[in-house]
């Protein structure tokens, strides 16, 4: 019981751990750096397939407070006037908690198929 808790916190942990980098790290630079859609997507599915639980759905919410001090992205010439990051955070969760629910039931879906 205690070893699958923490495997639970480690997953919750690394896929906060890895969407702040990116929330931070990319999101803030004002670079448009489209490769990292697969990416941000395999997390969301990971997270559903790792947790195997409906209230992983709403840990991309989170991200959206954890977002909030970020303020706004650099001003560059194509990005004149940018929304502040938690904006377009909680227009990625739209798409995140889908995702997360597809893994959720991927998971479950296999688990029951290997069952019977």
């Not at 916190?9 to 490769?35: K, P, Q």
């Not at 397939?49 to 303020?71: D, E």
């Not at 004149?80 to 969760?93: N, S």
């Amino acid at each position: 019981m205690i070893a699958n808790m923490r495997y639970k916190l480690a997953v919750v942990l690394g896929y906060f751990l890895v969407m702040t980098w990116f929330i931070y790290g990319e999101m803030n630079t004002g670079r448009d750096d489209i490769w990292l859609s697969p990416f941000i997507v395999l997390a969301q599915v990971a997270l559903g397939i790792g947790l195997n639980r409906w209230w992983a759905a709403l840990l991309p919410l989170a991200l959206v407070v954890i977002a909030i001090p970020a303020g706004l992205p650099e001003i560059t010439p194509s990005n004149a006037e940018p929304f502040p990051l938690f904006v377009g955070v909680a227009l990625g969760a739209v798409f995140a908690v889908p995702l997360v629910l597809i893994g959720v039931i991927a998971r479950r879906v296999r688990a029951h198929w290997l069952a019977s």
